[in-house]
T-cell receptor, first 117, second 113 residues
Framework: DTEVTQTPKHLVMGMTNKKSLKCEQH?????MYWYKQKAKKPPELMFV???????INESVPSRFSPECPNSSLLNLHLHALQPEDSALYLC????????????????FGPGTRLTVL | AQSVTQLDSQVPVFEEAPVELRCNYS??????LFWYVQYPNQGLQLLLK??????LVESINGFEAEFNKSQTSFHLRKPSVHISDTAEYFC???????????FGSGTRLSIRP
């Protein structure tokens, strides 16, 4: 299995809602990432988990809360979002920095398109 | 500062014509280079990568890129494009085995019949 899956594909939520995005991989990767991508822009890194521990938080507002319940799963909990948070949210995974050898390339999921009303 | 520059935001090309998408990165001793493709309404797919070894790397669908250390470039080329190549192409770089990927701003390749 060489896929990263993300659910749901589309999500529409109000500013007072609480929702979660889910990401899953079964490649044995130990690093997982959340990116935010606005239209016609490159992905922006939000969070990195390495060996189930949060290793990078790119100064993301607390209304985004990541969670890594195990090595295959990554969640992004959303609460009190703003309309400007509407974007494509991409999950990615890689082998992990402790793996031997050169750079560990990232494999991306198809994304969740989030609309905040 | 570490950066990636894609000078062309859009490249319109006729079908079956050759294309080159340009990418330059800020110089460093070690560098890992990538081209990702994003088809409409989809996530990113790795098209090809340079980690070490041969400076010319190829993808399975006819694209190639050449790592040029002296010019700090990693341009993407295809001798004959198809309508199905219509997509956004992102050049990306990592400066060490543990560093983040830095993405360029992207180039939209549009193919005219």
């Amino acid at each position: 299995d060489t896929e990263v899956t993300q659910t749901p594909k589309h999500l529409v939520m109000g500013m007072t809602n609480k929702k979660s995005l889910k990401c899953e991989q079964h490649m044995g990767h130990r690093a997982m990432y959340w990116y935010k991508q606005k239209a016609k822009k490159p992905p922006e890194l939000m969070f990195v988990y390495s060996y189930e521990k949060l290793s990078i938080n790119e100064s993301v507002p607390s209304r985004f809360s990541p969670e890594c319940p195990n090595s295959s799963l990554l969640n992004l909990h959303l609460h009190a979002l703003q309309p400007e948070d509407s974007a494509l949210y991409l999950c990615a995974s890689s082998q992990g920095s402790r793996a031997s050898g050169g750079y560990n390339e990232q494999f991306f999921g198809p994304g969740t398109r989030l609309t905040v009303l | 500062a570490q950066s990636v520059t894609q000078l062309d935001s859009q490249v319109p090309v006729f079908e079956e014509a050759p294309v080159e998408l340009r990418c330059n990165y800020s110089s460093s001793v070690s560098v890992y280079l990538f081209w990702y493709v994003q088809y409409p309404n989809q996530g990113l797919q790795l098209l090809l990568k340079y980690l070490s070894g041969s400076t010319l790397v190829e993808s399975i669908n006819g694209f190639e890129a050449e790592f040029n250390k002296s010019q700090t470039s990693f341009h993407l080329r295809k001798p004959s494009v198809h309508i199905s190549d219509t997509a956004e192409y992102f050049c990306a770089v990592a400066y060490s085995s543990a560093s983040k990927i830095i993405f360029g701003s992207g180039t939209r390749l549009s193919i005219r019949p």
